[in-house]
T-cell receptor, first 115, second 110 residues
Framework: GAGVSQSPSNKVTEKGKDVELRCDPI?????LYWYRQSLGQGLEFLIY????????KSGLPSDRFSAERTGGSVSTLTIQRTQQEDSAVYLC?????????????FGAGTRLSVL | GQNIDQPTEMTATEGAIVQINCTYQ??????LFWYQQHAGEAPTFLSY????GLEEKGRFSSFLSRSKGYSYLLLKELQMKDSASYLC???????????FGAGTTVTVRA
């Protein structure tokens, strides 16, 4: 597509439930990133994919968080047994790695609210 | 670790100029980025600096001094639509991971 697409745009869930967030990157972009944006804080890096592999998962806050990418395209971020502190906007970005600047282009995010 | 500081809020008048400063202390440096983010929308790329100096792009300019760990984003001829959050981000020694400041909310008043 023309830009990075994320779904759903909003998700309200109950504490303890699992959620899946989807990211569809810009066509042809080999790299994909997930970030989390909490109120009043900067974007926090979660995970980076190059193709289907994730060489850097260092930002995932706990083992309740996992992500996968299939076919070098769509990625899903899964949060198991959600907690209230997981409430945030989850942003996905993609880039064409190989260009010097490697500019990351962002989607509009999924706003997750855990009640 | 990474430490990126920028002011929380700035207010300016339509038609004026505003300069948003960003200072950083990072382990390695491989580029500095500025993004604009309107409420509820995606951050959109504004500028990229990797060498010292000024990069000009229309009404927006960005400056970098690597020795001082300092950058600024200059917005000229402010318009109401420029009211947004401006995010400073630094890429460290790797070639992918961005570390972000908390963002500067700019309010443009008539």
């Amino acid at each position: 597509g023309a830009g990075v697409s994320q779904s759903p745009s909003n998700k309200v869930t109950e504490k303890g439930k699992d959620v899946e967030l989807r990211c569809d990157p810009i066509s042809g972009h080999t790299a994909l990133y997930w970030y989390r944006q909490s109120l009043g804080q900067g974007l926090e890096f979660l995970i980076y994919f190059q193709g289907n592999s994730a060489p850097d998962k260092s930002g995932l806050p706990s083992d309740r968080f996992s992500a996968e990418r299939t076919g070098g395209s769509v990625s899903t971020l899964t949060i198991q047994r959600t907690q209230q502190e997981d409430s945030a906007v989850y942003l996905c970005a993609s880039s064409f790695q190989g260009s010097g600047s490697n500019i990351q282009y962002f989607g509009a995010g999924t706003r997750l609210s855990v009640l | 670790g990474q430490n990126i500081d920028q002011p929380t809020e700035m207010t300016a008048t339509e038609g004026a100029i505003v300069q948003i400063n960003c200072t950083y202390q990072t382990s390695g440096f491989n580029g500095l980025f500025w993004y604009q983010q309107h409420a509820g929308e995606a951050p959109t790329f504004l500028s990229y600096n990797v060498l010292d100096g000024l990069e000009e792009k229309g009404r927006f300019s960005s400056f970098l001094s690597r020795s001082k760990g300092y950058s600024y984003l200059l917005l000229k001829e402010l318009q109401m639509k420029d009211s947004a959050s401006y995010l400073c981000a630094v890429r460290g020694s790797n070639d992918y991971k961005l570390s972000f400041g908390a963002g500067t909310t700019v309010t443009v008043r008539a």
